[in-house]
C-alpha cells in the first residue's frame, strides 16, 4: 500500500502575498496532501481576522485538488501536524535571519514530535523582500494601491481596497 505524505504550511498570512503563493504551490508539488493552516497566536495581534485570512486561503487554494485550508489556534505547529496525520512541516527561508530562526524551531518541533521532519524552501529573488509586514506598512499613502498590487494575490487586493 502506497503511503501518503501529508505536509502542513502555517502561516499568520496577514494578509497573504505572492509569496505565500509560491510556497503553497511548490509544496502542493511536494506531497500528496497539504494543508494550508492560518495560525492565530494569542500573543499577537492581527490586521485581518483569523476568518478572513482563512477565506484569502480558501480562494488562493481552491485551483489545488490536493490543498486544505485550516485554522490553527493557541496550538503547537508540531503537534497539530500529528494529528492531522502530517509527517513533514513546510516553511520558507528568504534570508539568513529566516533560517537562523527556522533552524531553532525545526529542532524545537522535532523535540515536540519524533518523526516530523521541516522541509525548507526557498523562494525566487523576486518574492524574497515581500512579507505581510512589508505589504501592510505600505498601504495608506497616495497611490499605495499600484505599489501593492504587485505582492499580492487579486483576491487579497480586492479585500485590502
Keep these: 500500500m502506497p503511503t501518503t505524505h501529508t505536509a502542513v504550511y502555517a502561516g499568520s498570512f496577514d494578509p497573504p502575498t ?16 497539504l494543508i494550508v493552516a492560518a495560525a492565530e497566536n494569542p500573543e499577537k495581534s492581527y490586521t485581518y481576522p483569523l476568518s ?4 484569502w486561503l480558501e480562494a488562493i487554494c ?39 530562526y527556522e533552524r531553532g524551531m525545526r529542532y524545537i518541533n522535532a523535540d515536540l ?18 512579507s505581510s509586514s512589508f505589504v501592510k506598512g505600505m498601504i495608506g499613502p497616495r497611490g499605495w ?3 501593492v498590487r504587485g505582492y499580492v494575490p ?3 487586493f480586492e479585500g485590502l481596497s
Design 62 to 100: 481552491k485551483q489545488h485538488a490536493n490543498v486544505e485550508v485550516a485554522c490553527l489556534q493557541n496550538e503547537f505547529l508540531a503537534r497539530y501536524a500529528a494529528s492531522v496525520g502530517a509527517t513533514f512541516i513546510v516553511r520558507g527561508i528568504r534570508d539568513e535571519d529566516d533560517y537562523r
Design 145 to 147: 494601491e499600484d505599489v
Design 18 to 33: 505572492n509569496g505565500h503563493v509560491w510556497m503553497i504551490e511548490q509544496a502542493a508539488r511536494l506531497c500528496d496532501r
Design 113 to 130: 514530535q519524533a518523526g516530523l521532519t521541516t522541509v525548507f524552501l526557498m523562494p525566487p529573488r523576486e518574492l524574497c523582500e515581500i
Design 154 to 156: 487579486g483576491v487579497v
Design 52 to 55: 478572513q485570512r482563512a477565506a
